[in-house]
């Protein structure tokens, strides 16, 4: 049996990129759209979740979330982007909108080491992400902490890193420099996933 990792698609146009690169990592993982996400996560028991960006905000009546079930597994689960403000708006956090827009190239700042770094981004350096947000979290949920910031989000990397209920998030929705072993540190060292031969869709 695999380890599986289940992608939660909330729209974003690297949803397929996201899933790619993880099958690169020889792990098995499934793309599903946020409605179904609940049925998938009880069908598939994943080893973890990825929470995919999507041009809505949370703000908006009847914003698509994640289901519950998903923090309630205790399982790693990851946010890019829109999935960052899913995971702090339905965890006690806070996100506002009305803030200065980034799109395009922007850099983060690696504020604390965290095993998601590991080899690849230092404490205290820059790093070039790709960034596309109206809304900004302004406040963590309870047990989160801050790793990281940019020029327009001074919460742009966070995580809350209990075992068996690590829960990482980062503002920005895919690295302009190479990110393989970002991605092993994702799979393997962050969620325990054991990487085996991938899979396609």
Same mark, same amino acid.
């Not at 996400?37 to 009546?61: F, H, N, T």
């Not at 790693?76 to 829109?82: D, E, S």
């Not at 708006?89 to 506002?96: A, D, K, T």
């Given at each position: 049996?695999?380890?599986?990792?289940?992608?939660?698609?909330?729209?974003?146009?690297?949803?397929?990129?996201?899933?790619?690169?993880?099958?690169?990592?020889? !792990?098995?993982?499934?793309?599903?759209?946020?409605? +179904?996400?609940? %049925? /998938?996560?009880?069908?598939?028991?994943?080893? %973890?979740?990825?929470?995919?960006?999507?041009?809505a905000s949370v703000l908006d009546k009847d914003a698509p979330l994640a289901p519950k079930a998903i923090y309630e597994a205790e399982i790693p689960v990851l946010g890019i982007c829109y999935g960052e403000q899913v995971m702090v708006h339905q965890l006690g956090g806070q996100v506002e909108g009305g803030h200065h827009?980034?799109?395009? $190239?922007?850099?983060?700042?690696?504020?604390?080491?965290?095993?998601?770094?590991?080899?690849?981004?230092?404490?205290?350096?820059?790093?070039?992400?790709?960034?596309?947000?109206?809304?900004?979290?302004? +406040?963590?949920?309870?047990?989160?902490? !801050?790793?990281?910031?940019?020029?327009?989000?001074?919460?742009?990397?966070?995580?809350?890193?209990?075992?068996?209920?690590?829960?990482?998030?980062? $503002?920005?929705?895919?690295? #302009?420099?190479?990110?393989?072993?970002? $991605?092993?540190?994702?799979?393997?060292?962050?969620?325990? !996933? /054991? #990487?085996?031969?991938?899979? %396609?869709?």
């Amino acid at each position: 049996m695999h380890d599986k990792v289940l992608i939660v698609d909330f729209g974003s146009q690297v949803t397929q990129l996201i899933a790619r690169r993880v099958r690169e990592e020889k !792990v098995y993982s499934e793309i599903v759209p946020y409605q +179904k996400a609940e %049925a /998938a996560i009880r069908e598939m028991k994943p080893k %973890a979740v990825i929470l995919s960006g999507g041009p809505a905000s949370v703000l908006d009546k009847d914003a698509p979330l994640a289901p519950k079930a998903i923090y309630e597994a205790e399982i790693p689960v990851l946010g890019i982007c829109y999935g960052e403000q899913v995971m702090v708006h339905q965890l006690g956090g806070q996100v506002e909108g009305g803030h200065h827009r980034e799109f395009g $190239r922007a850099e983060v700042t690696v504020t604390e080491e965290s095993p998601l770094f590991e080899g690849v981004w230092l404490k205290g350096e820059k790093y070039p992400v790709w960034m596309s947000h109206g809304d900004r979290v302004t +406040k963590l949920p309870k047990g989160f902490h !801050v790793f990281g910031t940019s020029s327009n989000a001074p919460i742009a990397i966070i995580s809350r890193s209990e075992v068996s209920r690590r829960v990482s998030a980062i $503002r920005g929705s895919r690295s #302009t420099s190479p990110s393989q072993r970002r $991605r092993s540190n994702s799979c393997a060292g962050c969620a325990g !996933v /054991a #990487t085996r031969a991938p899979s %396609a869709t």
